[in-house]
């Protein structure tokens, strides 16, 4: 049962346009959200992550927005950048400090120059 | 500093045989988490290690095993290999009760 739900669309984008990636989520236990990104032959990379006590982290270019009554979480790229070409994957856990992660299928972002 | 690393990094068997993957986590991180990609399901959490001992176990068949050294370094083994097998094995590491995981390239395995 997939408890972390990407739409397996994928986006393409202009450069210097916004980008937004969404997640919901199906697990009331979830309090720990992070974005990760992943190029072709590279392990996912670590983005941004949100605690269920905030509804809004943002790191530069990157803003993670969540929505607990709506199990919702979405990420916002902006201005995007041809090297932000990518998988997206989105992440959750209980922060019981397991380590385990729940990870949506992905979605493949493309920047057009 | 250098990041985790996974070897082999490419692998071809044949249905039947069995493989190791072997996990080298970042200096200092003392938890190693493993994870199946495949293209139908994403990235599919195996199992977690922590100071040598299973933490946590994922759905997955008891083909699937795993161990972790006094160093950290961790390896898992797949037995009796069928086609479905045929994914991308992810590694990660971390300190103890941190989310975030940083993940190796992983081992591309492939079942024929």
């Known amino acids: 049962d997939q408890q972390v739900k990407q739409n397996s669309a994928s986006l393409s984008v202009q450069e210097g346009r916004i980008s937004i990636l969404n997640c919901d989520y199906t697990n009331s236990m979830f309090d720990y959200f992070l974005w990760y990104k992943k190029y072709p032959a590279e392990g996912p990379t670590f983005l941004i992550s949100?605690?269920?006590?905030?509804d809004k982290n943002e790191d530069g270019r990157f803003t993670v927005f969540l929505n607990k009554s709506a199990k919702h979480l979405s990420l916002h790229i902006v201005p995007s950048q041809p090297g932000d070409s990518a998988v997206y994957f989105c992440?959750?856990?209980?922060?019981?400090?397991?380590?385990?992660?729940?990870f949506g299928k992905g979605n493949q972002v493309v920047v057009i120059p | 500093k250098a990041g985790v690393t996974q070897t082999p990094r490419y692998l071809i068997k044949t249905r039947g045989q069995q493989v190791t993957l072997s996990c080298s986590p970042i200096?200092?991180?003392?938890?190693v988490s493993w994870y199946q990609q495949t293209p139908g399901q994403g990235l599919q959490f195996l199992f977690e290690?922590?100071?040598?001992?299973?933490?946590n176990k994922g759905n997955f068949p008891g083909r699937f095993s795993g161990r972790q050294f006094s160093n950290s370094r961790s390896e898992m083994n797949v037995s009796t290999l069928e086609l479905g097998d045929s994914a991308l094995y992810l590694c990660?590491?971390?300190?103890?009760?941190?989310?975030?995981?940083?993940f190796g390239a992983g081992s591309r395995l492939t079942v024929l």
């Open positions: 200096s200092g991180h003392r938890s």
């Open positions: 990660a590491s971390t300190f103890s009760g941190a989310n975030v995981l940083t």
């Open positions: 290690y922590f100071s040598e001992t299973q933490r």
């Open positions: 949100i605690s269920s006590i905030k």
């Open positions: 992440a959750a856990s209980a922060t019981t400090g397991n380590n385990r992660l729940a």
